[in-house]
C-alpha cells in the first residue's frame, strides 16, 4: 500500500471517531474504578510506533495463532456476534492456518471488538475467560459454527456457558469468576480503543503487518496480501 493510501485509510473522519469512542468507550466498558488514562497512553504509543508494532508477538499468547517471530502477523479485529467474523473464522481461516501459521510464516493474533451491544461485551468477556482454561480457539470457533449466515446471534449468560461446557471446559465457576474480572474488562477495552485509533470501524477488520483487508474478503484477498508482505519483510 502507498504512503498515500495508508495516510487514507488511517486519517479517521471526526464523525466516525465519535461514533467508535461513544459506543465503545462509554459506559459499557467502563469499569467502575477504572482508570480514563489508558486512551491517552495508548495514544502516546500509537503515535510513536508504525502500525506493524501492534504487533504483540507475546510468547504463550492464548489469544494468538503462530510462532512470536513469523514475519507475518495479521491482527483480527472482531466481535462475536458478527456474522462476517463467523464466515472468516469458517471459511477462510482454516486455510491460512494450513497454508500460513502452519509453515511459520503468519501470525494471527485477536483483538476484541465489541459493536454490537452488551451481548457481544458479554461473548468478548466469555472468550477471554475460556482463554484462561487454555480453549480460546475452541471456544470462537464454537459460536461462530453455530452463528446465521446473516445477521447477529443472540447469545445470552446461559448460552455462553452452554459453548463453555461445549468446548470442554469443566471449571465452570472460574469461567464465570474470570468473566467478572476487572483485567478482562479492562484488556478488552484495550482492544477497543487501540483499533478505533487506527480507524477501524467494522468487524471484522484485519492488519498484516501494515496493510488493511476490510471485511471477510475472497481468500485470494488474504493470500496476495500476506505473500506481498511476506516478501517485503525479508
Known sequence: MSGAGKKKWLNVTAVVLAVVAAFLLGNMLTSPGGSDQAAPQQAEKQQESPLVKLARRAPGDPLALGKPDAPVVMLNYSDYRCPFCAKFTRDIEPELIKRYVD??????????????????????????????????????????????????PSLPHDKLVGY???????????????????????????????????????????????????????????????????????
Open 103 to 152: 509453515s511459520g510464516v503468519l501470525r494471527i493474533e485477536w483483538r476484541d471488538f465489541p459493536i454490537f451491544g452488551e451481548e457481544s461485551l458479554a461473548a468478548a468477556k466469555a472468550g477471554r475467560a475460556a482463554a484462561a482454561q487454555g480453549k480460546f480457539w475452541e471456544y470462537v470457533g464454537a459460536i461462530y459454527q453455530d452463528a446465521p449466515e446473516k445477521g447477529h
Open 164 to 234: 463453555a461446557q461445549q468446548v470442554g471446559i469443566t471449571d465452570i465457576a472460574k469461567f464465570e469468576a474470570d468473566m467478572n474480572d476487572p483485567a478482562v474488562l479492562e484488556a478488552i477495552r484495550a482492544d477497543a480503543i487501540e483499533g478505533s485509533q487506527i480507524g477501524v470501524s467494522s468487524t471484522p477488520t484485519f492488519l498484516v503487518n501494515d496493510e488493511p483487508i476490510l471485511g471477510a474478503q475472497p481468500l485470494d484477498q488474504f493470500v496476495q496480501t500476506i505473500e506481498r508482505v511476506e516478501a517485503a519483510a525479508r
